[in-house]
């Protein structure tokens, strides 16, 4: 079975933690440490073929760091993550997307999926669909509305970069 490496990256606060834990361990954390980095590791089965995901929920600071670098060079998929409800969150994504692409050394095809959290906080949130929409477009990638609170379209987030890694690293 093959183990494809998951770095989930974004601003503070915005859901990381909530949204691996969700994914990796089928629970709702509500305090999660912040400061905690942790690798999680689970096996899933997408299009009738087991995988196993090795997901680092990375807890920088707020502005991009060396470690980033070090994460993003050992990488093999990305989720971008954002707080629906934080329209400031974005700018740090559309940081991170330029620095993955620029530590990847132009390759256009790494496997990234931009991640919107926080979906049932309906009344604060700040980001329309459309916003988000028509950012994905211009930058060619993937994104999901989703709520670790909930359990809404956590999986789906990681099986498309699952996906998306399978396409980019074709095993020999
Ligand atoms: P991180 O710093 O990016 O890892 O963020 P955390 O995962 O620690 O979450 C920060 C705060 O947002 C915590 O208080 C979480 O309970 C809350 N949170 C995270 N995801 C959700 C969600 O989907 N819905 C709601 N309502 N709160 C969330
Ligand atoms: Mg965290």
């Known amino acids: 079975m093959r183990t494809y490496k998951v770095v989930v990256l974004g601003a503070g606060g915005v859901g990381k933690s909530a949204l691996t834990v969700r994914f990796v361990r089928d629970v709702f954390v509500e305090n999660y440490d912040p400061t905690i980095e942790e690798e999680y590791r689970r096996t899933v089965t997408v299009d009738d073929q087991l995988s196993s995901l090795e997901v680092l929920d990375t807890a920088g600071a707020e502005q991009f760091t060396s470690l980033n670098e070090v994460y993003i060079k050992s990488g093999m998929g990305f989720v971008l993550v954002f707080s629906l409800t934080q329209e400031a969150t974005l700018k740090e994504v559309d940081n991170l997307r330029k620095q993955i692409y620029r530590i990847k050394g132009g390759d256009t095809t790494v496997p990234i999926v931009?991640?919107?959290?926080?979906?049932?906080?309906?009344?604060?949130?700040?980001?329309?669909?459309?916003?988000?929409?028509?950012?994905?477009?211009?930058?060619?990638?993937?994104?999901?509305?989703?709520?670790?609170?909930?359990?809404?379209?956590?999986?789906?987030?990681?099986?498309?970069?699952?996906?998306?890694?399978?396409?980019?690293?074709?095993?020999?």
């Open 114 to 172: 931009i991640v919107g959290t926080k979906l049932d906080l309906v009344n604060e949130r700040e980001v329309p669909r459309a916003t988000i929409q028509s950012l994905c477009n211009r930058w060619d990638l993937a994104f999901y509305e989703t709520s670790a609170k909930r359990n809404w379209h956590v999986a789906e987030v990681f099986e498309d970069l699952l996906r998306q890694m399978r396409t980019r690293y074709p095993e020999t």
